[in-house]
C-alpha cells in the first residue's frame, strides 16, 4: 500500500520561509517524479513544481520561480519544498505526489493528504 505524508507545513509572516517535507512509502521512489500542488480556499488546485527521477531536472510555476526550490533524497524517500519569500498569495494546502511528469493533477497517480501553509501579510 502506498503512502504519501506531508510535513513543514504551518503559520508565516509574509516574507519568511518554510520547508515541506514529503515522505513516500510503498512504492519504487526513484521510479516516480514527484510533483508539488497548492490548492487555496475556493479555487482549484494548481501546479507548484515538478522534481524528475534522480533529481536533475526540475520546472516550477511561474508565480513561485527563484522562490522555491524543490530537491529530493532517494535514499530517504524523500523530497522537499524549500519556500523562501514567502507571500500571502502563497495561503493554500500544499499537496505531493507522485507520478509521470506533467503539471496536469492527472500526472500523478499517488497524492498525499496536504499540509496547510499560512502567510500572513
Known amino acids: 500500500q502506498v503512502h504519501v505524508v506531508e510535513s513543514g507545513g504551518g503559520l508565516v509572516q509574509a516574507g519568511g520561509s518554510l520547508r515541506l517535507s514529503c515522505a513516500a512509502s510503498g512504492l519504487t521512489f526513484n521510479n516516480y517524479y514527484m510533483g508539488w500542488f497548492r490548492q487555496a480556499p475556493g479555487k482549484e488546485r494548481e501546479f507548484v513544481t515538478t522534481i524528475s527521477w534522480s533529481g536533475s531536472s526540475t520546472y516550477y510555476a511561474d508565480s513561485v520561480k527563484g522562490r522555491f526550490t524543490v530537491s529530493r533524497d532517494n535514499a530517504k524517500n524523500t523530497v522537499y519544498l524549500q519556500m523562501n519569500s514567502l507571500k500571502p498569495e502563497d495561503t493554500a494546502v500544499y499537496y505531493c505526489?507522485?507520478?509521470?511528469?506533467?503539471?496536469?493533477?492527472?500526472?500523478?497517480?499517488?497524492w498525499g493528504q496536504g499540509t496547510q501553509v499560512t502567510v500572513s501579510s
Open positions: 505526489a507522485a507520478g509521470r511528469w506533467g503539471t496536469s493533477t492527472t500526472s500523478y497517480t499517488y
